[in-house]
Every structure is written in structure tokens, then in C-alpha cells.
């Protein structure tokens, strides 16, 4: 419970009213030059406590930088998305939030449209939605903390130009016929069953590099992805966006369950000089040499198969909420901001159920 304490010697002549209360553990206070903003406080104060929602607007003064910098230091993600956040943190939101704090940039929702629409704008769709992932994210944890009460920068929408419209997100989204796919699996020499993970569940390359024969459920229907390699390949850790011990089970196609249904038990792409797992740069280096002596357009990535995964479904009707879920995506939103311009429209399906509702009426 709050406490109302009335300066009785008179130091503070323009604040004479105080209020002491409890956060996290410490005692805080505030003053107030009448009686009766002091009560109102209090009484806000006893209220949100109660309801766990109390804020102190003093904790919202933090530098946003500075904590959005030991945010995604916390994140539970492999260190080269950790690097990903980082420098674009540095490179692009940092000069954006400047020396402002916490409670400044969650009211600035018009600066931070402008920084994601036009400073960024000759910016690939997906690197600025991943700027409007850690901004949001940011404010997210500090208002679970307790530091802000809300912010305003939820659900920006990020604009698309024409030109990108037409020819995707990105310079990633290549998709090379299926003779090339099975010449690149080939040219890997023993590492192609990652271009079909890839391909065929939609994996992230850190995915399909922890892949472990046992992980195939439901006579080969099934595959349980439970985690990522590390950057040295010696270990697995969380999926990216998901605490320990978290996974999601993806659909696998028949051919990709023909090709490790006879392998031995533990990694299916295993390392080598001690280490478990095949390594994100070891594959990465095959890869980019086999993609360019096949002349695959420049631009090819092994994220190019997940996004080819994903365009064979939507494509096929299957719903996004589905292929969210598969993708291991944290919100639908995410997908639609990445994927949305692959979905078929729904206008015409929508006229002929509507035809024929009418042409069915007695």
C-alpha cells in the first residue's frame, strides 16, 4: 500500500505532499504540490498494484538504445540473427531513437513510420520488418517489466513499392526449376539432404542443420523440429523466438522421408573435427559455389528454399494460418508481412460460392 507524507518542515516548499511506494522490491516516492494530486496518485497507485499494472514513469526514462541492445542480448536465438538484430539496431534505429528514452520512442509511432517507410525504404521488405521487430519487440519487454504502460507502435504497416510488389521482397526469392534443386542436392557431395529440408519442411538452414533421424515421427509423416545448431556446430539450442524444450512438428512429403528413412541414427548432416552438427558456414560455402557454377540467378540463398516451401503451399490453397505454424513463426503477422504477396486472391473463389448460393435458392 501507498503512503501519503506531508512535508512538515517545509524544505520542499513547491512539493509538499510525497508519496512513498513499493516497486520491484524498492521503495519509491513521488511529491506533488497539492493534497489532492497526491491522493489521486495514490489512489492510481493502490488500484494498478492490485491489478499488476502499475508502471513508474521514472523507469521509463531509460535510453531506448541501450535497452533494446540488452534485449536482444537475451533473446533466445542463434548468434547470427543475434548479429542480424544488432547491427541493424546500430546501423538504423539507433539514429532514429538518438539519446531519447524508453517512453519517447514508444509515443513516437509517425517517427517510427517514417524511419521504416522512407529511411529505410531502398531497404529489402524483410530487413525492414525485422527494424519493426526490434523496436516492437523492445517496447514489448519493457511494458511486461513494468517500465511503460503501453506504446504506439503496434501493427505499423510496412509499404511496399510497385516494383517490389512485382518482383518479391527480395533479391532471396529465386525459385529455380526442380532439375536445378536436384543438380544442387547432387553437387553437395553427401550434404544435399539439407537442400531438401529446406525445400521440402521449410526449415531455417540452423534447423536443418540439427536435424537427428530420430526427429521423423508417424512412419517418416511427421518431422519434430526441436532446435538449431550453434554457430560451431556442437550443440543445439532454441528455435529462434522460443525458450528451451519448445518445437513444432512439421508436415514431410514422401520423397524427403525416401531419402532418410535408411540413415543411421543421430545427425543427419554431421559435423566434422569434433563437432555434432554440419556448420552453418561449412554448408553455406558448398552451397554458394554449386548455386553459381549451375548459374542460378545471383541473389540464390538457402533461405530461397524456405521461401520456395512456403510459395508451393499458399499457392495450393493450404491456409497461411497452417503454413505459419510450420514456418515457426512468431505471430501470423509475420508471415503475411513476408508472404502476403504469394497468397492467391480469394476474390474469385468468393464470386463463385456466391453464384452459385444464389443459383441454389428455391
Not at 499494472?53 to 534485449?71: H, I, N, Q, S
Request: net charge positive; glycine share 8%.
Amino acid at each position: 500500500m501507498a503512503a501519503l507524507v506531508k512535508d512538515a518542515r517545509g524544505q520542499n516548499t513547491r512539493k509538499r505532499y510525497t508519496v512513498r511506494f513499493r516497486l520491484d522490491g524498492r521503495q519509491r516516492e513521488r511529491s506533488f504540490a497539492t493534497l489532492r494530486e497526491a491522493r489521486d496518485f495514490m489512489a492510481k497507485v493502490d488500484h494498478d498494484t492490485r491489478e499488476h499494472t502499475f508502471t513508474d514513469p521514472k523507469l521509463g526514462t531509460e535510453a531506448f538504445a541501450a535497452y533494446a541492445a540488452r534485449v536482444i542480448a537475451g533473446m533466445a536465438v542463434s548468434d547470427g540473427t543475434r548479429k542480424l538484430y544488432s547491427g541493424i539496431l546500430r546501423t538504423w534505429i539507433e539514429p532514429f531513437a538518438s539519446v531519447r528514452t524508453l517512453a519517447q520512442v514508444a509515443r513516437d509511432r509517425e517517427g517510427a513510420v517514417t524511419l521504416l517507410n522512407e529511411t529505410m525504404a531502398h531497404l529489402s521488405y524483410n530487413r525492414r520488418g525485422i527494424a519493426a521487430s526490434v523496436l516492437t519487440a523492445t517496447l514489448d519487454e519493457a511494458v511486461a517489466a513494468g517500465r511503460l504502460a503501453s506504446h504506439r507502435l503496434v501493427g505499423i504497416r510496412l509499404t511496399r513499392p510497385a516494383a517490389d510488389v512485382a518482383d518479391g521482397p527480395d533479391d532471396s526469392f529465386v525459385f529455380p526449376s526442380k532439375d536445378k534443386i536436384t543438380a544442387l542436392a547432387d553437387a553437395l557431395n553427401g550434404y544435399g539432404v539439407a537442400v531438401w529440408l529446406m525445400r521440402g519442411c521449410g526449415l531455417r538452414v540452423s534447423e536443418a542443420l540439427a536435424v537427428c533421424r530420430a526427429d521423423f515421427a508417424q512412419d517418416g509423416a511427421v518431422l519434430r523440429v526441436s532446435g538449431q545448431a550453434s554457430t560451431d556446430g556442437r550443440r543445439k539450442v532454441a528455435l529462434k523466438h522460443r525458450k528451451p524444450g519448445e518445437c513444432r512438428d512439421v508436415p514431410v512429403p514422401a520423397y524427403l522421408w525416401e531419402l532418410v528413412r535408411d540413415l543411421p541414427d543421430g545427425p543427419v548432416l554431421p559435423g566434422r573435427d569434433g563437432a555434432r552438427y554440419l556448420t552453418y558456414d561449412t554448408l553455406a560455402k558448398r552451397f554458394g559455389n554449386a548455386a553459381r557454377d549451375l548459374g542460378i540467378p545471383a541473389g540464390f540463398t538457402p533461405h530461397s528454399l524456405r521461401h520456395a516451401f512456403t510459395s508451393a503451399l499458399l499457392a495450393r490453397g493450404v491456409p497461411i494460418t497452417d503454413v505459419a505454424a510450420w514456418l515457426g513463426h512468431r505471430t501470423i503477422s509475420v508471415t503475411y508481412r513476408i508472404y502476403g504477396h504469394l497468397v492467391p486472391s480469394a476474390a474469385g473463389r468468393a464470386r463463385a460460392a456466391l453464384d452459385a448460393e444464389y443459383a441454389a435458392w428455391e
